[in-house]
């Protein structure tokens, strides 16, 4: 069982870079990349990490305990000019790309990718909602599905090659985040990803940070409830007549949720905090995925590139927040300590 105490030695594991947060060719109003694509701010100019700063760090991590990097887990990290540099840093240091991508694969198209990132991903996933194009477009605005669906084989079909040539397989997932719109087709959609060459289907409830997401939550309400739980039994019924055709898929976060009435399930440890590292756009550390680090409330711990991730990790704040984060509002309602909750 996970338990953060202080920091691991040496540094992290893994590494996320939130390298261009606003950059994307969708505008999903679940994310809040998209929200602010539907309604921009005037005069702010989009976030991009320079592309040395990775360099920086990942020469810095070469040797520790760093096994894995995310480039930005909102936005399109493959619009971020400095993609190619880290996949380049990643192979050259053996360390992993672990990359989440909105499946239109810009610039190269599916196969193109599959050449540049599988042999140095440990996994891709492919931000994917709905088995149909009605669903799929209706909740991810922008999408071509049909072209999502065929540029997502030629990206199977490339990792396949890449994998015989060099021995190196990617995983390839499906991330899907489950709310009233898609639920009822979330069967099908094992089905859509096993027929594709995906090796897993990870789903997420979706947590609805602004109010006009409340109506669309699956937990919200014992209706909801029992529409995932539905959904659960679809899914499990998809991948077992996957695996019986010879086509296993993994299912993750793929459980029933308790009744409305019943007491809340105790939350889990804290994942994130002394194991993993967030890095942001300028540099700014934070030590888990939350928003809230992200804004600064659970603390300053410094800014990488004046002063090495290092410093920053075996520093003073990290390991004082670190050995009470237990005792922040923020950690003890988080919902990323539940399965299902990212």
Known sequence: MLSTRLPSPGGPWRLTLVTDPDDCNLACDMCECGRARLAPLPG????????????????????????EVIPSTMGEPLLWAGIDDLVDACAAGAVRLNLTTNGTWPTRGGRGWAERLAPVASDVKVSWNGATAATAEAIMAGLDFAAAVEELRRFAAGRDE?????????????????????VDELGALVTLAASLGVDRVKVNQLQPRVARLEARALPATQAGRDRWGRAVTAMRAAAAGAAAAGRAIELQNVAPLPPLAAPADPAGPCPFVGREAWVLHDGTFAPCPHPAAWRGELGDFGVAGPQ????????EPLARFAAAWQDHPTCRTCPLRRPGGA
């Open 44 to 67: 702010r100019m989009p976030r991009r990490m320079d592309p040395a700063l990775a360099r920086a760090l990942l020469a810095e991590a070469a040797g520790g305990p760093l096994r």
């Open 162 to 182: 890449v994998a015989v040539r060099t021995g190196a397989r990617c995983r390839l997932s499906f991330q899907v985040t489950a709310q009233a719109g898609n």
């Open 308 to 315: 090495p991730l290092s410093a920053i990790w075996a520093g």
